[in-house]
């Protein structure tokens, strides 16, 4: 079982410079959503999505950007990169129901943007 | 104040000891969430529950509605559970939204 794979592990950009985090489950999980993980505090919601075709911002939603085209996928876009984006960010997924909402987790994506 | 509040933040034992790692929040809430997150940095779940005490293994969790208060107990620690250890609960009522504490550092010596 693959559960959720997020991709690429690690990344490096310039400030200025675009780009996709891949998230992808295979779980069939109505609920999707991306965190950042900063030193000292805690995870943080980006955007989330309770199903394909809606999304919705979270916490911190500001210089990035979702869509859910398919129930399997959630790409997150950093739209013009800025050293606060230096992060680790989690992508997460769920059934809808509070009462099965065990969040599954990818394995990260260590972020820095110089 | 921090909607979830943990402590310690930081917690050192011996291999054997019992732990016992607490979270209080201050919002109505329909279950409460128990992570670990282990130094290669995964997250995984370890509980979800909304009332009294669940036990895995050597991991139990318990909570109080009424308090706002929950606790995690691990019995006869090992090294390998040497992991940062979180509680998050869900955000005004929507149930899938979650807020996090900012992590319980536990490091356990042999």
């Known amino acids: 079982n693959a559960g959720v794979t997020q991709t690429p592990k690690f990344q490096v950009l310039k400030t200025g410079q675009s780009m996709t985090l891949q998230c992808a489950q295979d779980?069939?999980?109505?609920?999707m959503s991306w965190y950042r993980q900063d030193p000292g505090m805690g995870l943080r919601l980006i955007h989330y999505?309770?199903?394909?075709?809606?999304?919705d911002q979270g916490e911190v939603p500001n210089g990035y950007n979702v869509s859910r085209s398919t129930t399997e996928d959630f790409p997150l876009r950093l739209l013009s990169a800025a050293p606060s984006q230096t992060s680790v960010y989690f992508c997460?997924?769920?059934?809808?129901?509070?009462?099965?909402?065990?969040?599954?987790f990818g394995a990260g994506t260590r972020l820095s943007v110089l | 104040k921090n909607e979830v509040e943990q402590s310690p933040q930081n917690l050192t034992a011996q291999e054997g000891e019992f732990i016992t790692i607490n979270c209080s929040y201050s919002?109505?809430?329909?279950?409460l969430h128990w992570l670990q997150q282990h130094p290669g940095g995964g997250i995984v779940s370890l509980f979800m529950?909304?009332?009294g005490k669940k036990k895995h293994g050597r991991l139990i969790a318990t909570i109080n509605i009424q308090e706002k208060h929950s606790s995690l107990h691990i019995t006869a620690s090992h090294p390998r559970d040497s992991a940062v250890y979180i509680c998050?609960?869900?955000?005004?009522?929507?149930?899938?939204?979650?807020?996090f504490g900012t992590g319980t550092l536990l490091a356990v010596q042999p």
């Open positions: 997460a997924s769920s059934y809808k129901s509070w009462a099965k909402n065990i969040q599954y």
């Open positions: 779980m069939n999980h109505e609920y």
């Open positions: 999505s309770v199903g394909a075709g809606i999304t």
């Open positions: 919002v109505g809430i329909s279950a």
């Open positions: 529950l909304s009332s």
């Open positions: 998050a609960v869900p955000h005004g009522g929507a149930t899938n939204k979650l807020i």
